[in-house]
């Protein structure tokens, strides 16, 4: 519990209808008997009349109590759902920071307040953050999962199985004449190996959950002035690149956000390809490759055929041809992988953009299990599958290799929740064979 209590606007700025004013501390009380005569009944809404500290009238809020520790941040929590109107607004807030004891919250304090005091752990706080900010059906639904604790309880999983390896492993080290189970090493290397199998299962298809979040990447590439920059500023609808006759015009990449089919979709207009002694260029065209490779999906744009070998070798299955100048050029022998577009007429752009939504819903839009979201999930599986294949290659002549390699395996999936506790090794092992009775 903090000593403080923070207040903030817990809804969108501006005028509205309703604004909400949230407080959580131990001055919750003090602000009730304050500003409305007295806090309400817990969990029931009161309508009151909210004065400021000088006796005048600011409003009629509605007003909700949600006392410790059952609330979003386990602390007491008091909700103000007051006018939207901005002089309504900063007078309540005025009015509750004249309390002792009260102050502005920080970016993230009740989330903060909510972790410390173990009423969500990262993994939720970050579904929450994902929650907020999703743009798409498809972002909403995925961090919905997540802030609910769908990926918590499957790390949690994981590492209840470690724990139970490392319980064994402790039980091999330091209580060898106890009547343990038998065969537990072999035991335990079983469990560690299964384990692994399912985390590297998890870190492969972990690229598909960041993509949901940050977006489907699609590169546009092709000779200089095939129309790449043209192209991109018909499927963003606006100038969103430099269009000029002048090869090599674009030299950085450039990036467009595009909602297709409920995925966002990030579609990068690329330096045109060629060998240039330019120094700016020739960084603009590695750039450019670079993007190509790291993207999930490649439109290739050609005006003619001939043009495809000079940069095939970026190019993989599933991939895109597109066949440019389609309203002045006699396309023949169009064949699967191809389309052919016009920038001018926009023909084809709508079958373009049909084959992007059904590319990113089929790549992005499958995952059944709770994914890893974030970077630092990815980065924590896979110290943890390190520290996993250490212990099943040390030798069995040093079982204190192996425990201390499980060690650092729990430790690391104990990272993505935020729950690194060692107590749970010595409950299990206590609890599972009895020792020391």
Not at 222 to 227: F, I, K, L, S, V
Not at 247 to 253: F, L, N, Y
Not at 272 to 287: C, M, Q
Not at 355 to 370: F, H, I, M, P, T
């Amino acid at each position: 519990m903090t000593a403080s209590t923070i207040v903030a606007l817990a809804s969108g700025p501006g005028p509205a209808g309703v604004s909400i004013i949230r407080l959580s501390g131990p001055a919750c009380e003090a602000v009730g008997q304050r500003l409305i005569g007295g806090l309400p009944l817990p969990r029931r809404a009161k309508l009151a009349r909210v004065v400021g500290l000088d006796g005048e009238p600011i409003d009629n809020a509605l007003v909700i109590y949600f006392p410790r520790p059952n609330s979003f941040t386990g602390e007491d929590v008091l909700e103000l759902h007051v006018h939207g109107g901005r002089a309504v607004v900063r007078d309540t807030l005025e009015a509750c920071l004249g309390i002792d004891g009260v102050r502005f919250a920080e970016a993230g304090e009740f989330s903060r307040r909510a972790f410390n005091n173990g009423k969500m752990d990262l993994t939720a706080a970050e579904g929450l953050a994902d929650l907020v900010e999703a743009e798409t059906a498809a972002q909403r639904r995925q961090a919905l999962r997540q802030m609910e604790g769908e990926l918590a309880d499957e790390v949690d999983r994981w590492r209840e199985a470690v724990i139970d390896c490392l319980a064994d492993a402790e039980g091999d080290i330091d209580f060898p004449d106890e009547d343990l189970p038998p065969g537990l090493s072999g035991r335990a290397r079983r469990r560690i190996e299964d384990l692994k199998t399912r985390l590297e299962a998890y870190l492969a298809d972990a690229r598909r959950a960041e993509r949901v979040r940050s977006g489907f990447q699609v590169a546009i590439i092709g000779r200089p002035n095939a129309g790449k920059s043209s192209l991109i500023n018909q499927l963003a609808r606006r100038e969103a690149a430099i269009v000029s006759p002048v090869p090599g015009t674009t030299r950085d990449i450039v990036e467009v956000r595009l909602i297709l089919g409920g995925m966002v979709i990030l579609i990068s207009d690329t330096a045109g390809l060629r060998d240039s002694d330019d120094l700016i260029e020739a960084e603009g065209v590695r750039r450019a490759r670079q993007r190509a490779k790291e993207a999930d999906l490649r439109l290739a744009l050609v005006t003619s055929h001939e043009d495809k070998s000079e940069f095939s070798d970026l190019m993989t299955d599933g991939d895109i041809w597109l066949l440019g100048q389609a309203d002045r050029l006699a396309w023949t022998n169009v064949g699967p992988g191809e389309l052919c577009v016009s920038s001018v007429s926009r023909l084809g752009l709508d079958e373009l953009e049909a084959v992007l939504a059904n590319r990113a819903q089929a790549d992005l839009g499958k995952a059944e299990s709770a994914p890893l979201t974030r970077l630092r999930h990815q980065e924590a599986v896979r110290d943890g599958i390190g520290a996993l294949d250490r212990a099943l290659t040390a030798s069995v002549h040093a079982p204190e290799l192996v425990a201390e390699d499980l060690r650092l395996a729990a430790r690391a999936l104990g990272r993505v929740t935020g729950r690194v506790d060692m107590e749970d090794v010595l409950d299990r092992l206590f609890s599972q064979f009895c020792i020391g009775k």
